[in-house]
């Protein structure tokens, strides 16, 4: 089985017992969380599709933890005129492992 979530403003297609980076979540190491934002979900012989969420499907999730990217290394200039600008940036991300996924009452379209 496997569903496609929205977090972050990034969608992914998960199954249970894969290990996910996504954007920060404002969650405790150890706890779980559950995402409400699935787009679809499938079981091999049928998939259901939502509208764009559907209603009565959610993952569990455990925070694994959080951490922070890579350095993304930010330089702007503009030639001849003397300017510089050098900015550095690591994006906050938390680390997920998806336990189970649930679908509720979908009898379909």
Known sequence: ?????QTGGKQFRVK???RLRVERLEAAEGDEVQIREVLAV???GETFVGTPFLPHAYVVA???GHGKGRKVMVFRFKRRKDY???R????PYTDLLIE???KEGTDGP
């Open 1 to 5: 089985m496997y569903a496609i979530i």
């Open 16 to 18: 249970e017992g894969m």
């Open 42 to 44: 499938g079981d091999g």
């Open 62 to 64: 455990k925070v694994l």
């Open 84 to 86: 510089k600008k050098k």
């Open 88 to 91: 550095g940036h690591r994006q």
């Open 100 to 102: 189970k996924i649930v």
